[in-house]
């Protein structure tokens, strides 16, 4: 992906294996973030292809991905301020009836059914994430990470074949970071997600993902295990410094 001169993305070949949580790190500036718009649909790619399960998807708009099941957050959450959490995770799922004028005047039974299957998604995934007391609270009032669970939620409202995150634990204080890794882990390892997360605490990717891509320069500079990459002499020197340990989360 080229801007102008500028490689913001530069030759860059990897595979999120389904079932998995990929990690992708690297310093500010590698790439990461305009890696998730060219696969998510924001931005074109000047030149290869991406491909989700075989199908080529390259270019297609976010709302069409959306609707085949590829998803992703953002590191600054994108809530409804005024709309209550409820309303928040109620209006994700689309083709709703009551979208329909016609079926909002002629068939309101319908519309009141699938409303009310849409309410109880959505008050079972406020009791998974354990946000369900804040469910008539406008969305704008929550904390930071409030926000990202909410912006996690949204994304378990329809059927996901693999979502995109973008640092979600940027922000977040502990408490709410280990909810927010368990909830993730849980909806990988009892759901079936995909997940391929951004993210620059260490050890919330140790905890949470196998394998670890490791961004440089618009370029993959490593993969392996958490364990592997951070050990990595060149992973090292172009991202965590000298100073760095080595060591990380069991």
């Known amino acids: 992906m080229r801007f102008g001169g500028v490689r913001a993305v530069d030759g860059v070949s990897l595979e999120i294996a389904a079932g998995s949580v990929t990690g992708l790190i690297g310093p500010n500036g590698a790439g990461k973030t305009t890696l998730f718009n060219v696969i998510a649909g924001m931005c074109r790619p000047t030149a290869g292809r991406v491909y989700l399960a075989g199908e080529d998807i390259t270019g297609l708009a976010p709302h069409t991905l959306f609707g085949r099941g590829l998803l ?79 912006e996690l939620g949204r994304t378990m409202m329809v059927e996901a074949r693999i979502v995109f995150l973008d640092e979600v634990g940027a922000g977040v204080n502990p408490t709410l970071l280990k909810t927010i890794g368990d909830s993730i882990l849980s909806l990988n390892r009892d759901h079936g997600y995909t997940f391929c997360m951004i993210e620059h605490n260490m050890d919330f990717i140790s905890r949470l993902c196998d394998p670890v891509i490791v961004m440089a320069e618009g370029k993959v500079l490593a993969e392996g295990t958490a364990r592997e990459v951070l050990e990595n002499p060149d992973v090292v020197m172009k991202y965590l410094g000298s100073g760095f340990s080595g060591q990380v989360m069991p």
């Open 72 to 150: 992703r957050t953002f590191q600054i959450a994108h809530e409804f301020a005024t709309m209550t959490v409820r309303e928040n995770l109620m209006m994700v799922p689309g083709g709703q009836s009551g979208e329909s004028l016609p079926k909002a005047w002629f068939r309101p039974a319908l519309v009141a059914r699938e409303e009310r299957a849409i309410a109880e998604r959505a008050r079972d995934v406020m009791e998974f994430l354990t946000i369900d007391h804040l469910a008539d609270e406008p969305a704008g009032n929550l904390s930071g990470g409030q926000k990202k669970l909410l």
